[in-house]
């Protein structure tokens, strides 16, 4: 006997197994292998009855947006330059596409509210 014999795909489900459930629906135009997407929905769903207006406003909501700063994106740290030649090897050896974003300063800078001054005076010596 083949696997295609007994094992039937259905377009929908049979009663016994859709009458128990409640409120269950599919999205066709979201694909479950991607988890960032599955992800993106959840925190939608999250928030859509406060920015739909149903339930009470939350104070200091900040502004929605369909996709994160990183989004799908990976994303590689490195501690100083030389992280950059080798990412673009590293991307030629896996036979991806060479294209990196740089979404930081070169260099790590302090914002201008940090207090770069030292409150400890320096040791002058005995």
Same mark, same amino acid.
């Given at each position: 006997?083949?696997?295609?014999?007994?094992?039937?795909?259905?377009?929908?489900?049979?009663?016994?197994?859709?009458?128990?459930?409640?409120?269950?629906?599919?999205?066709?135009?979201?694909?479950?292998? !991607? &988890?960032?997407?599955?992800?993106?929905?959840?925190? +939608?769903? %999250?928030?859509?009855?406060? @920015? #739909?207006?149903?339930? !009470? &406003?939350?104070?200091?909501?900040?502004?929605?947006? +369909?996709? %994160?700063?990183?989004?799908? @994106? #990976?994303?590689?740290?490195?501690?100083?330059?030389?992280?950059?030649?080798?990412?673009?090897? %590293?991307?030629?050896?896996?036979?991806?596409?060479?294209?990196?974003?740089?979404?930081?300063?070169?260099?790590?800078?302090?914002?201008?509210?940090?207090?770069?001054?030292?409150?400890?005076?320096?040791?002058?010596?005995?």
């Amino acid at each position: 006997m083949r696997a295609r014999e007994f094992i039937r795909e259905q377009r929908e489900l049979p009663p016994e197994q859709a009458d128990p459930m409640n409120h269950v629906f599919t999205l066709p135009g979201v694909k479950s292998s !991607d &988890p960032y997407q599955i992800y993106r929905l959840g925190v +939608a769903i %999250a928030r859509a009855r406060s @920015d #739909a207006g149903t339930n !009470d &406003p939350i104070p200091n909501m900040p502004e929605w947006s +369909a996709q %994160a700063a990183f989004g799908e @994106d #990976a994303v590689i740290a490195g501690f100083n330059a030389n992280v950059e030649p080798a990412i673009d090897y %590293a991307l030629k050896m896996a036979g991806l596409p060479v294209k990196k974003v740089q979404i930081s300063t070169p260099n790590s800078l302090e914002p201008s509210l940090v207090n770069s001054q030292s409150p400890v005076k320096p040791f002058k010596g005995y």
